[in-house]
C-alpha cells in the first residue's frame, strides 16, 4: 500500500529554520513527481512546491526564495527546507504524489509547523 | 494566475439528497480539474480527475463534469459519510485550489 509518512513539523520563531520530511514505501519518489501543500488553521488548501522527476522544481510565489523542495533517493524521502519563516508560514503541510505533475492522488497524514513567538 | 472559485460556500443537505457544487475558473483550464474530498484533521483524499475520470475506489454516486471554465461536482445520494468539504483543483497553470465547500447536515 502507497503511503506517505511527514515529519518534522513543530514551534518556531519568526525568521527561524525548519526542515520537513516525507518518507514513502511501495513507490519510488525519484520516479514521480512529488509536492508539498499546506492548509494553514481553519483555511483552505495552497500549492507549495513541486520537484519533477527529473529534478526540475517549482514554487508558489508566496515562498520562493525562502523553502527549498529535494529528495534523497537512497532514502526514499522528500523534503522541504523552510528558512525566514512567518506567521503567515503556520499551517499544516502535506507531501502528496503528483502523477505527470497533475493532481494529488496520494497523500501523508501532515505535519503542522507553527510559526510564533 | 489562475483563479479558482467555488459555490456555494456552505450546503446544508440531507441523506439521500442530490447535491451539486460548481467550480469556475478564471480562464480557460480544458479538463485539467480535479476534485478532493477532505474531513476534518484528515487529509485530502482524491476523488475526480481530468474533471470527470472517477479515481480509482470512489463511490459511483461522484460525478464530475464540465471543461473550459466552469465545472460541477455532483452526488447523487448523499451519505452519512460523505457530509465533508469538498475542493476543486486546477493543474493547466501551476496548481491551485478553490476556497472549498462544506457540505453539512440541515
Known amino acids: 500500500e502507497v503511503q506517505l509518512v511527514e515529519s518534522g513539523g513543530g514551534l518556531i520563531q519568526p525568521g527561524g529554520s525548519l526542515r520537513l520530511s516525507c518518507a514513502a514505501s511501495e513507490f519510488t519518489v525519484s520516479n514521480n513527481y512529488m509536492s508539498w501543500v499546506r492548509q494553514a488553521p481553519g483555511k483552505g488548501l495552497e500549492w507549495v512546491s513541486i520537484i519533477y522527476s527529473d529534478g526540475t522544481t517549482y514554487y508558489a510565489d508566496s515562498v520562493k526564495g525562502r523553502f527549498t523542495i529535494s529528495r534523497d533517493n537512497s532514502k526514499n524521502t522528500l523534503y522541504l527546507q523552510m528558512n525566514s519563516l512567518r506567521a503567515e508560514d503556520t499551517a499544516v503541510y502535506y507531501c502528496?504524489?503528483?502523477?505527470?505533475?497533475?493532481?494529488?492522488?496520494?497523500w501523508g497524514q501532515g505535519t503542522l509547523v507553527t510559526v510564533s513567538s | 494566475d489562475i483563479q479558482m472559485t467555488q459555490s456555494p460556500s456552505t450546503l446544508p443537505a440531507s441523506v439521500g439528497d442530490g447535491v451539486t457544487i460548481t467550480c469556475r475558473a478564471s480562464q480557460s483550464i480544458s479538463t485539467y480539474l480535479a476534485w478532493y474530498q477532505q474531513k476534518p484533521g484528515k487529509a485530502p483524499k482524491l476523488l475526480i480527475y481530468?474533471?470527470?475520470s472517477l479515481e480509482s475506489g470512489v463511490p459511483s454516486r461522484f460525478s464530475g463534469s464540465g471543461s473550459g471554465t466552469e465545472f460541477t461536482l455532483t452526488i447523487s445520494s448523499l451519505q452519512p459519510d460523505d457530509f465533508a468539504t469538498y475542493y476543486c483543483?486546477?493543474?493547466?497553470?501551476?496548481?491551485?485550489f478553490g476556497q472549498g465547500t462544506k457540505v453539512e447536515i440541515k
Open positions: 483543483q486546477q493543474y493547466n497553470i501551476y496548481w491551485t
Open positions: 481530468k474533471a470527470s
Open positions: 502528496a504524489r503528483t502523477p505527470a505533475a497533475h493532481y494529488f492522488d496520494y
